[in-house]
């Protein structure tokens, strides 16, 4: 394949690394208002009185709106396919504000200083309730987070407001008890993982204004223009064909732009005044007011008989949702939905439990999104499992994982298409050094050195839900435009779709023009989420340049009067016998001349199925039994994504999901104080992984070959974060003998785990 | 008030509020290369050279660049471009947004170091934070630069 395969630049990568003016900030129209949030001091409280005479005086404020000026209706700001799971429950503003930095003012003026000023001068006198802080038990709390009679559920999710309960779940397949009861071997254990940063480098934004038909435009730096389009439309009750949303350059998204967090403060500001408005988060506002993962208790039993065979896996989940159910729901979901399938020599399975409402940040969608939270609590316990069986962790996977072609319990009755995960196995413990460092080796002054390991699945796409179109249309010089309403956010999507359209077409990529995203052009994409862009929008790009490839065929031979089976077209001529055509004439005389036809191209794809990608994570650390300091030396993590489209890219989305994986579980860690104030709120407080605390990281990739995926094709984003917490815990854990169950794996909790040993 | 400056090779006279950070300044300037991911001098990104040396425009108050050379990457764009050909072969821009203070950082860096060692790099650079790539692909691409150039 020419195009395929290849480690190609990204098409915008010279222009966006030298600073051009690409982004959502710089492409926002002179005398823009600016946009500012007053936002809630309490956990939970309803607001009394709002006095926002002081602030509306002000020479330079545009307009201070509250509560009293919004629709009431409910919507979520979650992106997803409608019907969205998640629970329609939040206004824009709300009489009741359900956590510290929850919006209670919408505040517009000429400048950032009059708008600050003007902040400061909206006066509010709130009645303070008792908030719902603790997630464990916030189910039996007095106060409820969410008591409105007009909360709306698209879909029956289990909610019971009174009790704080967003959402119930159970899955069961088989008798999980009674085969637990009959294994020789089993492990119970609770693990915790925490909430998460997304820590974008670009803080959330987005401008609006109305066009010259006065529709409402709105360019955000989103992951999901079609879903903010849906949600603007209810938000602000317009219909959503007068709304156009934007997507330009993105500085990142990690799952946090998959929420529309912003974007309809900026849009009613506009509404309202009928001026342009851009609303930008500050990294604090970015850490206290948006989103982050879902904290989570995951509770795991699993089984094994004496021969190491899994038998019987349950996990209880409680998940933590926080003020609003954003994602609450499908997060919870697959974090089951992700980890029961791997292990298929099950008898009986099950994942159940609940997803609460506290008075904190609303979690949201983070690279991962369930999975990862499952992966630590599943791979842990398996680790060990294998320590009780007295295997080798690796060995024991390699005996009890689902190959190619084996279906499991809780994989809905289909077959693997494909898999190398064992291959992934074998290769990681050779490039990690397993047989020699297995599992430690004192290194003297102290220090311990150790291995560690884990495996993981995620999904590729949203089976039976997220559909995806392509459109690509022939232009009157022979060249192409690539219509796209996936969003590339910087992973180089709009590249690897554009290789995949100029494989099929023997064309070259500067033939291709690629646009994303815009919802008055663009063809509908659910947006770049879920795993879902290489292999669904992929498959959509496939079947599109098919489509205009053979309708370019037919015209080629109406002009050179022939029939359709006796052309053939090599990208750039088409040829029957002795007469041809060069595609650029074809173009000229079809759009220009005497063809009459404007060729376009389209493809929509859904999928029935979700492709797991595959990841096996080996780390190596060293603890400094002192201290309890774990420093990160190595890793390695080998992929199954399919097909590789480009080995460059591919190989930066591993290592970067890897660091991130790193920082879930060495650093980062969203915390609050006792009155439910965010203390994690800057880079100071809130640490991310800098160069100096990553080690080596080595990726390598297993290709496998899926039969339902563009060029054999799956999804590489999420699946590469799952690994680093369990593989890192395992080291930990092989070094010092410390189990650290609750993430972050600080060095406080690995020495006080080595003291209470002794 | 009003302060004299140059910004990349320009003599120019700037008005600036008391309160007011160079970033902001230069950004209001037109100069859109300069971002800002945080507001505790962590993060990197607003990086120019103030009189040749990598500070952080988003901690340094405008009017204390009277009388001194600014150089954002909007004036260094064939060094930029230079080293953004090797970052971008190795896919290390990702959403490119840190990209310009990072650029700005590593081309202080080959005019501050001789034959830097890996620690070495790392030591210089770790004040700009990137979350996409988890620096590797950059480093392999620092490497590549300096061994070539």
Known sequence: ?758 | MQIETTINGKKITLEVANDELLSDALRTKGYLSIRQGCDTSCCGLCTVWIDGKPTLSCSTLAFRVKGKQITTIEGVQPQAEEFAQVLVAEGAEQCGFCSPGFIMTVLAMKHELKNPTEQEIIHYLTGNLCRCTGYMGQLRAIKKYLGGA
């Open chain 1, 1 to 758: 394949m020419k195009y395929v395969g290849k480690g190609l630049p990204k098409l915008d990568g010279i222009r966006i690394a030298t600073g051009q003016p690409v982004y959502t900030e710089d492409l926002a129209p002179a005398n823009t208002l600016v946009v500012k949030i007053l936002r809630s001091p309490h956990a939970f409280a309803r607001i009394k009185t709002i006095d926002t005479s002081q602030a509306v005086a002000l020479e330079g404020v545009a307009c201070v709106l509250t509560h009293q000026d919004v629709p009431q209706v409910r919507f979520t700001l979650a992106g997803q396919s409608y019907p969205e799971p998640s629970p329609y429950d939040r206004y824009i503003l709300d009489e009741i504000v359900r956590y510290v930095g929850d919006e209670v003012a919408i505040i517009a003026a000429v400048d950032e200083k009059t708008a600050v000023r003007a902040m400061n001068l909206v006066k509010v006198d709130y009645e303070v309730f008792d908030p719902v802080l603790d997630f464990e038990t916030a189910t039996e709390h007095p106060s409820v987070v969410h008591p409105e009679a007009d909360l709306v559920c698209n879909i029956d999710i289990g909610l019971e407001q009174e009790k704080n309960i967003v959402c119930s779940h159970s899955n069961e397949v088989g008798d999980v008890e009674q085969e637990l009861s009959q294994c020789d071997v089993v492990v119970e254990e609770t693990y915790y993982i925490q909430a998460q940063a997304h820590a974008m480098m670009e803080t959330y934004r987005a401008v609006s204004y109305l066009d010259h038909a006065g529709r409402l435009v709105v360019t955000s730096s989103t992951q999901i223009p079609f879903h903010v389009r849906r949600q603007l439309a209810r938000a602000l009750q317009l219909p959503a064909s007068r709304i156009r949303v934007i997507k330009p350059r993105i500085g990142g998204g990690f799952g946090g732009k998959q929420t529309g967090s912003i974007e309809v403060f900026a849009a009613l500001v506009t509404l309202q005044t009928g001026q342009p408005a851009k609303i930008i988060l500050d990294r604090r506002e970015t850490f206290t007011s948006t989103t982050s993962r879902h904290a989570m208790r995951l509770k795991v039993r699993i089984g094994a008989d004496r021969e190491g065979f899994i038998r019987a896996l349950d996990i209880e989940g409680l998940s933590d949702t926080g003020a609003y159910g954003e994602h609450a729901p499908t997060v919870f979901w697959v974090v089951g939905e992700k980890t029961l399938p791997l292990y298929n020599k099950t008898r009986a399975v099950r994942y159940h439990g609940q997803v609460v409402y506290t008075n904190k940040m609303p979690a949201g969608a983070l690279r991962g999104y369930g999975a990862t939270q499952g992966t630590f609590a599943l791979e842990c316990a398996v680790n060990k499992l294998a320590e009780k069986l007295n295997l080798d962790p690796a060995e024991l996977r390699l005996k009890n994982l689902i190959k190619e072609g084996e279906t499991a319990l809780a994989y809905h009755g289909k077959r693997l298409g494909s898999s190398t995960l064992h291959q992934c196995i074998e290769k990681g413990k050779e490039l990690i050094g397993w047989q020699e460092k297995y599992p430690r080796k004192d290194m003297g002054h102290n220090k311990v050195r150790a291995v560690g390991m884990a495996v993981t699945m995620q999904g590729s796409g949203i089976a039976g839900i997220d559909t995806a179109s392509a459109e690509i249309r022939l232009n009157d010089d022979g060249s192409y435009t690539l219509l796209l309403g996936s969003t590339d956010m910087g992973t180089g999507s709009d590249t690897i779709l554009s290789q995949m359209a100029a494989e099929v077409l023997e064309t070259t990529l500067d033939q291709i023009v690629v646009y994303a995203a815009d919802t008055d052009i663009s063809p509908f994409d659910p947006g770049s989420y879920a795993s879902s862009t290489t292999y669904v929008t992929g498959m959509a790009v496939l079947k599109a340049a098919q489509d205009i490839k053979s309708k370019i065929i037919q015209q080629g031979a109406k002009f050179l009067e022939t029939t359709v089976a006796e052309v053939a077209f090599d990208g750039q001529l088409l040829q029957a016998g002795d007469k041809s055509m060069t595609l650029e004439k074809l173009a000229e005389l079809s759009i220009l001349g005497s063809g009459k036809l404007q060729l376009v191209g389209h493809g929509t794809h859904g999928s029935d199925v979700s492709p797991p990608p595959y990841v096996a994570g080996f780390a190596e650390v060293e603890v400094d039994q002192e201290t309890g300091k774990t420093t990160l030396l190595d890793y390695v993590a080998v992929v199954d994504c399919g097909t590789v489209i480009n080995p460059t890219l591919a190989r930066i989305q591993v290592e970067g999901g890897i660091v991130q994986g790193i920082g879930l579980a060495l650093y980062e860690d969203v915390k609050y104080d006792a009155k439910g104030t965010l203390l994690t709120n800057s880079f100071m407080q809130y640490k991310i992984p800098c160069r100096k605390d990553i080690g080596n990281i080595r990726v390598a990739f297993e290709e496998s070959h899926e039969p339902t995926g563009p060029f054999g094709a799956k999804s590489i984003g999420e699946v590469v974060i799952n690994t680093p917490a369990p593989a890192i815990a395992h080291a930990v854990y092989n070094a010092v003998g410390v189990s650290v169950t609750k993430l972050p794996i600080t060095p406080e909790k690995v020495f006080m785990g080595m003291q209470n040993k002794i």
